[in-house]
């Protein structure tokens, strides 16, 4: 009988062509046909296409050849002379005024890109080159933080480049665009309840690790819980990489937003029992994201709470219990994220194994209900006095019905952030369980130094959450404070409305 490992491995080689697949491309149908073909008669269960409108960009023609063009460049061009940015370019201290071409090394977390980009069209250069021995698509647009709603193509053009290809002069010129299209989600079986199971398959250049290895692994679990006897719902989205409408910053996960939103607006959402995510979750570095009560106890590496770069947001945010195995931010991971080094020779079959026997171990477990209790009580005993008092409703209302309190609290109280602006302090994207109360030490401490950001913010849906910092001054501990209380109070009387129901 053939064992686990060589199941996944054939799977993934059989899906993974090598090609690079951009959402909403002209491609794009039959590819979603040739995966639920793939996946049909793997899992046994009936697939069908699920249509979604999307932006898709699309490039021409690049010269010179050898750059990789960031999506959301649209046409332009650019020639002059080449400035090399010392420094960390996603801090406006690296940049002075200048013009023609700024090339600078690649940072730590690549997409900081997004950040140099806009740091070097403020400072007054028509184009942006990134050198790297190893070149990636990045995506980058013209909007400061991350929104559903706003945004727009990179002001200038921006593009990776092997070392050595740019001299003292260097020239640009790109032909691009993005267009209105259509893209698809498989989906595949169904039930009254089902245990949802999902990974994506758009991706940039060979796109291996990120993620046709994550569908292989969403496939393999789905047909391990089939033929279980549980219902199951196996979802491939489309749209992950890029491709929300109107060049919304907030790029990524469209294709997951778009569907689990229709099934909430559709009153199906609250019968799905949970979403398993796989995304590059075939490197060494595995770890697990996810709701308290699924994750605790996993024999990984647990990142607290959500994963806010996986489609499993989208679920999550809504009110569906989720766990979401992924490499994100693991070295090895890293190393070939977005590249064309992104192969089947550089990922981890066992690494493949493990996340899906970690996956199938959690969700089909007991929920551990004080797990979440715990995480919320933990928060609020940080608050003050009015926070003790919506601890005590929880606490009441989870021992009543948690499955439904969880729902409803997440969908309350479980929120991406940024702790800072992206624009001033270059925070990155957290997931947090009553952020208001949770950052509340992090911010007085803050506050002690004269070091508080100057707001915290719910990315998104650009809400600011609390402002620590007014005309470049604290605000204070006693005005905090107040902001604190304000919260709590929303929180307390949206939960008191769910409880008189």
């Known amino acids: 009988m053939e064992g686990l490992e060589s199941r996944l491995w054939r799977l993934a080689q059989q899906i993974y062509t090598g090609d690079q697949h951009v959402a909403g491309s002209p491609g794009e149908r039959g590819e979603a046909e040739r995966i639920a073909g793939i996946l049909e008669d793997y899992t046994g269960l009936e697939a069908r296409l699920v249509e979604t ?3 898709s960009w699309r490039l021409r023609h690049v010269e010179p050849r050898g750059l990789l063009v960031a999506p959301y460049v649209e046409s332009g061009y650019a020639r002059g002379r080449v400035t090399r940015i010392r420094g960390d ?19 730590e977390d690549p997409d900081d890109i997004k950040a140099a980009a806009l740091l070097a069209h403020e400072a007054g250069y028509e184009a942006l080159i990134v050198e790297s021995p190893r070149p990636r698509v990045i995506v980058v647009n013209g909007h400061w933080g991350y929104s559903y709603r706003a945004g727009a193509p990179s002001p200038i053009p921006v593009a990776y480049a092997p070392p050595g290809l740019v001299g003292d002069e260097a020239e640009i010129q790109v032909e691009a665009e993005t267009v209105e299209a259509r893209g698809y989600t498989v989906e595949a079986g169904g039930g009254e309840e089902p245990i949802a199971v999902g990974a994506h398959y758009d991706r940039w250049l060979s796109g291996f690790q990120d993620n046709i290895a994550g569908v292989a692994e969403a496939a393999e679990l789905a047909r391990l819980l089939h ?20 060049y919304a910053s907030w790029y990524w996960a ?17 019968r799905v029992r949970a979403y398993v995510n796989f995304d590059v979750a075939a490197s060494p570095g595995l770890r697990v994201s996810g709701s308290p009560q699924l994750v605790e106890g996993s024999r990984l ?56 026997e970690e996956a199938y171990r959690l969700v089909t477990m007991e929920p551990r209900w004080g797990a979440l209790a715990r995480v919320l009580h933990e928060a609020l005993s940080l608050g003050p006095l009015e926070a003790r008092r919506l601890d005590s409703m929880i606490q009441m209302a989870l021992r009543r019905d948690p499955e439904g309190t969880y729902r409803v609290l997440a969908r309350l109280m479980l929120n991406p952030v940024h702790y800072g602006s992206y624009r001033y302090e270059g925070s990155h994207l957290e997931a947090l369980w009553i952020p208001e109360v949770s950052l ?46 304000a919260a709590i109070a929303e929180y307390t009387g949206a939960l008191e409305e769910w409880l008189r129901r």
């Open 53 to 55: 409108p999307l932006a």
């Open 89 to 107: 370019p996603a801090l406006p201290g690296s940049w002075r005024p200048g013009r023609g071409i700024a090339v600078i090394g690649e940072p």
């Open 227 to 246: 033929e279980g006897g549980r219902e199951v719902l196996l979802l491939v989205f489309t749209a992950e990489e890029h491709g929300a409408p109107g």
């Open 254 to 270: 469209w294709g997951s937003r778009f569907y689990f939103n229709q099934l909430q607006e559709a009153g199906l959402l609250d």
């Open 301 to 356: 590496p647990v990142r607290r709470w959500e994963c806010p770069e996986c489609d499993s947001l989208q679920a999550a945010v809504r009110g569906v219990p989720t766990v979401s195995i992924h490499s994100l931010w693991s070295r090895e991971a890293l190393g070939v994220y977005h590249t064309a080094w992104d192969t089947p020779g550089n990922a981890s079959p066992a690494a493949m194994v493990m996340a899906v």
């Open 440 to 485: 509340l030490p992090r911010l007085l401490e803050d506050l002690a130094r004269g070091s508080a950001p100057r707001e915290v913010v719910e990315p998104g849906e650009e809400r600011l959450l609390l402002v620590p910092s007014s005309g470049g001054r604290p605000v204070g501990r006693r005005a905090l404070m107040a902001q604190v209380r």
